[in-house]
């Protein structure tokens, strides 16, 4: 059974950086996507970034290109999310998914969720 486990939220100043770890297990192949997302309270669950983790290809959204970074470490079988610069608007949950292995923000494509991790940006 596909499981994922984020961790790494918390709380951190406006500027400061947080990494994001996504723990996967029950796969049975390296053929799947990894999606980041967040929620914020009262507002929709939005796409952060997507990693194929076959060949390391990366999309971002608009929000977090040139801030955050997604990547894989396969002995691990764990995916990152290394964002900095964070900013008042990144608090929220934070969530990673899989699908099958398609660069998409789009949740509707991913069929397995973690439980989901706070973030906090604040003063």
């Known amino acids: 059974q596909v499981q994922l486990v984020e961790s790494g939220g918390g709380l951190v100043q406006p500027g400061g950086s947080l990494r994001l770890s996504c723990a996967a297990s029950?796969?049975?192949?390296?053929?799947?996507?990894i999606g980041w997302f967040r929620q914020a309270p009262g507002k929709e669950r939005e796409g952060v970034s997507c990693?194929?983790?076959?060949?390391?290809?990366?999309i971002y959204a608009d929000s977090a290109k040139d801030r955050f970074i997604v990547s894989r470490d396969g002995a691990k079988n764990t995916v990152y999310l290394q964002m900095n610069n964070l900013k008042a608007e990144d608090t929220a949950v934070y969530y990673c998914?899989?699908?099958?292995?398609?660069?998409?923000?789009?949740?509707?494509?991913?069929?397995?969720w973690g439980q989901g991790t706070q973030v906090t940006v604040s003063s």
């Open positions: 029950g796969f049975t192949s390296d053929y799947y996507a």
């Open positions: 998914a899989t699908g099958p292995p398609i660069l998409t923000l789009l949740p509707g494509n991913y069929h397995y």
């Open positions: 990693i194929s983790y076959s060949d390391g290809n990366t």
